[in-house]
Nanobody, 115 residues
Framework: QVQLVESGGGLAQPGGSLNLSCAAS????????MGWYRQAPGKQRELVAT???????NYGDSVKGRFTISRDNANNTVWLQMKRLNTEDTAIYSC?????????WGRGTQVTVSS
């Protein structure tokens, strides 16, 4: 079974930063697309960022210019650098990976932005 394990969530102050990581149990080169999604209580899950196997990135409108997705193929890890956080960024952030026929999800990591 493919395992995706998120790390780095926690509490940040408004304007602060957090870095999330998603470690995969196999080579991330086997996924044509990986990304981050988030869901806040009472809200619909939304796209945060995606990155293709060729490192083409896409971002949700609410995080453009603040978040950066990147991949570390040698360590089978996808990163999400989160800057200038605000309270609207509070959510459970989940890692996603897509192969030809399957989609995988991590368990998620909580990000809370509060003063």
């Amino acid at each position: 079974q493919v395992q995706l394990v998120e790390s780095g969530g926690g509490l940040a102050q408004p304007g602060g930063s957090l870095n999330l990581s998603c470690a995969a149990s196999r080579s991330i080169n086997t996924f044509y697309l990986m990304g981050w999604y988030r869901q806040a209580p009472g809200k619909q899950r939304e796209l945060v960022a995606t990155i293709t196997s060729s490192s083409i990135t896409n971002y949700g409108d609410s995080v453009k210019g603040r978040f950066t997705i990147s991949r570390d193929n040698a360590n089978n890890t996808v990163w999400l650098q989160m800057k200038r956080l605000n309270t609207e960024d509070t959510a459970i952030y989940s890692c996603n990976a897509r192969s030809r026929f399957y989609m995988y999800w991590g368990r998620g990591t909580q990000v809370t932005v509060s003063s």
